[in-house]
């Protein structure tokens, strides 16, 4: 475990895999440190905003790796499932790149369960590990202008929800009616790293 500066304000924690990660998470906020803002896990990093005026940088950056790791992240183990409408834009050119039928694609992606990774790109936007190998493909060369909210899509290793209505490059596999995104919830977005999601086919209208 690396702890960095990031600014006059941060620290960056390389903790060299995602599930480390999720668990420092944990353990700093449970730790409750004095100061510390902001904690934002990534894929093999966590990033401590702290508030300069009741923090001392150096003595955090010498606290963090000492901090005892809880054997989980401290996500509730509920299993969030997500209602799909398997009528996607590129489920056909998704099911041609990787040698599938359609309805093999949706099975295949239907089937695991997924690890919110970590949050980016766009506020409550969740990339969701576990997607099967089979599924890996690239972006679309040409992203589109407007993706519509709700918009399931995978791209890379990753599967993903898109919380608003926003320019983006990833294959559509369907859509949901759930809400990722909400000013009025506390906090707005319903995807956290660690939660676990479950996508379950409805039939398409």
């Known amino acids: 475990m690396r702890v960095l500066p990031s600014g006059d304000t941060a620290l960056l924690v390389e903790t060299g895999d995602l599930a480390t990660a999720h668990r420092l998470n944990a353990a700093i906020r449970e730790a409750a440190l004095p100061g510390i803002i902001d904690v934002v896990p990534g894929e093999s990093t966590v990033l401590v905003v702290t508030d300069p005026a009741s923090c001392d940088l150096g003595r955090l950056a010498a606290h963090l790796p000492s901090l005892r790791l809880p054997d989980h992240d401290a996500v509730a183990p509920e299993l969030l499932e997500v209602r799909v409408r398997y009528d996607g834009e590129d489920i056909a050119e998704v099911a041609e790149l ?4 359609p309805g093999e694609v ?13 949050l980016g790109f766009s506020p409550g936007f969740g990339y969701l590990s576990g997607l099967d190998p089979a599924l890996h493909v690239s972006r679309r060369a040409s992203p589109r ?3 519509p909210a ?4 995978i791209a890379g290793p990753y599967a993903a929800i898109y919380p608003s209505r926003s320019p983006g490059g990833w294959r559509l596999l369907g859509r949901t009616e759930i809400p990722l995104w909400d000013v009025r919830r506390d906090p707005p977005s319903l995807l956290q790293p660690g939660t676990r999601i479950r996508f379950v086919p409805e039939e398409a209208r």
């Open 145 to 147: 202008t407007a993706v």
């Open 98 to 101: 990787t040698g599938l039928t």
């Open 150 to 153: 709700g918009s399931v899509a």
């Open 106 to 118: 949706v099975e295949r992606h239907a089937t695991p369960t997924y690890t919110v990774a970590y």
